[in-house]
């Protein structure tokens, strides 16, 4: 089995393309699988959906969540679909298992007084303020994840037409800049960066005190860092400013689908957990104004 699972993993890097987040979370999950089976002897190539069944029970009963449980089952069943294709076995033992229901969380959300109190924070007299400043903004502008954010590269910002080349894997969304992210990124791109960066061959576009590409825990440092400054109660992570750019656009009446597009949802479904909180008003006229309100 060890030898299959060496050979998935690199089918999903080379072939599949996939980002070093997802191919760890696969990795995890995989191997968490075949620590199992190990321990309770069973025949990986011999399993069938009730060996599934139980194995997703066992996950449960060590107090796995719905939404970790749903996702080891895909993990594996990805697994078995790569060995069927390559003819290692001839049926898929999760086919038919369902996954268990997985509750859609609310969203945690600033109000746009909340955002502009966190944005303030940051103060353009040094150059960590400087890239501090631009990174908040650019955070809240664009809506992308922390991944991606680490993961842009100088080259994936065009300040002349005001956007920014989002890549995860395979796939790339060009997202609008608005003003204000503009100016704190040009501000910082054109006097802090330069100064940041030890090397010139630096492609990274955030980059830490030492001239490195900035972490995911650099980011989250800083995000709680200005949190505290701003005295701001809510528990404020780079995923709540996420949430707050997909939640303020819908209040201001842009459309689910575009909004769909910068966030990189592959589902609309995604994104319309964002519905839930479009301007109360709206629900005022609707029931002054529908005749079976």
Same mark, same amino acid.
């Given at each position: 089995?060890?030898?299959? $699972? !060496?050979l998935? %993993?690199?089918? /999903? #890097?080379?072939e599949? *393309?996939? +980002?070093?987040?997802?191919?760890?979370?696969?990795?995890?999950?995989?191997?968490?699988?075949?620590?199992?089976?190990e321990?309770?002897?069973?025949n990986?190539?011999?399993?069938?959906?009730?060996? $599934? !069944?139980?194995? %997703?029970?066992? /996950? #449960?009963?060590?107090? *796995?969540? +719905?939404?970790?449980?749903?996702?080891n089952?895909a993990?594996i069943?990805?697994?078995?679909?790569?060995?069927?294709?390559?003819?290692k076995?001839?049926?898929?033992?999760?086919?038919?298992?369902?996954?268990?229901?997985?509750?859609?969380?609310?969203?945690?959300?600033l109000?746009?007084?909340?955002?502009?109190?966190?944005?303030?924070?940051?103060?353009?007299?040094?150059?960590?303020?400087?890239?501090?400043?631009?990174?908040?903004?650019?955070?809240?502008?664009?809506?992308?994840?922390?991944?991606?954010?680490?993961?842009l590269?100088?080259?994936?910002?065009?300040?002349?037409?005001?956007?920014?080349?989002?890549?995860t894997?395979?796939?790339?969304?060009?997202?609008?800049?608005?003003?204000?992210?503009?100016?704190?990124l040009?501000?910082?791109?054109?006097?802090a960066?330069?100064?940041?960066?030890?090397?010139?061959?630096?492609?990274?576009?955030?980059?830490?005190?030492?001239?490195?590409?900035?972490?995911?825990?650099?980011?989250?440092?800083?995000?709680?860092?200005?949190?505290?400054?701003?005295?701001?109660?809510?528990?404020?992570t780079?995923?709540?400013?996420?949430?707050?750019?997909?939640?303020?656009?819908?209040?201001?009446?842009?459309?689910?689908?575009?909004?769909?597009?910068?966030?990189?949802?592959?589902?609309?479904?995604?994104?319309?957990v964002?519905?839930?909180?479009?301007?109360?008003?709206?629900?005022?006229?609707?029931?002054?104004?529908?005749?079976?309100?």
């Amino acid at each position: 089995m060890e030898k299959q $699972i !060496k050979l998935f %993993l690199d089918f /999903l #890097q080379n072939e599949k *393309k996939l +980002s070093d987040n997802t191919l760890q979370s696969y990795k995890r999950d995989i191997l968490q699988f075949e620590e199992y089976i190990e321990k309770n002897r069973i025949n990986y190539t011999k399993m069938n959906q009730e060996d $599934i !069944k139980t194995y %997703l029970s066992h /996950l #449960q009963e060590i107090g *796995k969540k +719905s939404s970790t449980i749903s996702r080891n089952l895909a993990s594996i069943r990805s697994f078995y679909q790569f060995l069927i294709r390559n003819r290692k076995i001839k049926h898929d033992p999760t086919d038919e298992v369902q996954s268990p229901k997985v509750e859609k969380r609310i969203p945690s959300v600033l109000t746009s007084q909340e955002v502009e109190l966190l944005l303030e924070q940051p103060k353009d007299v040094d150059l960590k303020g400087t890239r501090d400043k631009a990174m908040l903004e650019f955070a809240y502008a664009t809506g992308m994840r922390v991944t991606e954010i680490i993961s842009l590269n100088i080259d994936d910002i065009n300040l002349q037409e005001g956007f920014v080349i989002c890549k995860t894997g395979p796939k790339q969304r060009n997202i609008p800049l608005g003003s204000l992210s503009l100016k704190a990124l040009q501000e910082y791109i054109e006097s802090a960066r330069p100064i940041l960066i030890k090397n010139e061959k630096e492609k990274a576009l955030f980059v830490n005190v030492n001239g490195k590409r900035l972490t995911r825990q650099g980011f989250w440092k800083i995000v709680k860092y200005y949190k505290e400054q701003a005295h701001i109660t809510k528990d404020i992570t780079p995923h709540v400013l996420r949430h707050s750019f997909a939640t303020h656009l819908l209040q201001n009446g842009a459309d689910l689908k575009a909004i769909q597009t910068m966030l990189g949802h592959s589902d609309i479904s995604s994104t319309q957990v964002y519905m839930q909180f479009q301007d109360s008003g709206l629900k005022d006229v609707y029931q002054k104004a529908h005749p079976r309100a």
